[in-house]
């Protein structure tokens, strides 16, 4: 079935290195990807979105990739803050389904001090 | 508030009785979404408002389930006959997306359910 999935279930970092947060996607109609942050007991909040047409794009300390041949996303964290620590959802929608974000199961990132 | 707002923030309720979680959205969203998230799990999604259009209930997991949306602005989620299997933090975010797209919702901290 049409899903989206994450690699590696937790990630563990040093504060200061660059962090790497995987994630592959089955439905190759999707229109839109978007990276989601929770932290704990709080509703997820919107980080970056890419267009199905791109293959990057940069915000503050983040960058999104994305390699359509391989139907797999990244998002990019430079200089991991302790304050980064979270959990982190990729998303994908598409038109056709009316608009609303298909997530997967999410990646807990630790950046240690 | 600025923020979506959701009540309550904490429910615990007897199998078999119904419950009712609402949303407020930021005022001027017109699209509304209820979520639903496990522990440790990812976001399942239940249903989405868009303005006067018919709303998308393809989520909801039985008919049990249910939702409207008064006014196009308050949600409530209605949930009848609760089973032990629906405890959960039911989530609600809106965004001012008016059909096209817009992958920026925002959302609220959640009503955290449990059924005993």
């Known amino acids: 079935g049409e899903s989206v999935g994450l690699h590696l279930p937790t990630l563990s970092v040093q504060e200061g290195d660059n962090s790497i947060i995987n994630c592959a996607y089955s439905?190759?109609?999707?229109?839109?990807f978007i990276w989601y942050k929770q932290e704990s007991g709080k509703g997820p909040q919107f980080i970056i979105d890419i267009r199905s047409n791109m293959d990057k794009r940069q915000g503050q300390r983040v960058t999104v990739l994305l390699n359509k041949t391989v139907k797999h996303l990244s998002l990019q964290i430079a200089a991991t803050q302790p304050g980064d620590s979270a959990v982190y959802f990729c998303a994908e929608m598409s038109g056709g389904s009316n608009y609303k974000l298909t997530f997967g199961k999410g990646t807990l990132l630790t950046v240690n001090p | 508030g600025a923020g979506v707002s959701q009540s309550p923030s904490n429910k615990v309720t007897e199998k078999g009785k119904d419950v009712e979680l609402r949303c407020d959205p930021i005022s001027g969203h017109t699209a509304l979404y209820w979520y639903r998230q496990s522990l440790g799990q990812g976001l399942e999604f239940l249903i989405y408002f868009q303005g006067n259009s018919a709303p998308d209930k393809s989520g909801l997991p039985s008919d049990r389930f249910s939702a409207e949306r008064t006014g196009g602005s308050v949600s409530t989620l209605t949930i009848q006959r609760t089973q032990q299997e629906d405890s959960a933090v039911y989530l609600c975010a809106s965004s001012y997306s008016r059909g096209s797209y817009t992958g920026e919702l925002f959302f609220g901290e959640g009503s955290r359910l449990t059924v005993l």
């Open positions: 439905n190759s109609a999707s229109d839109y």
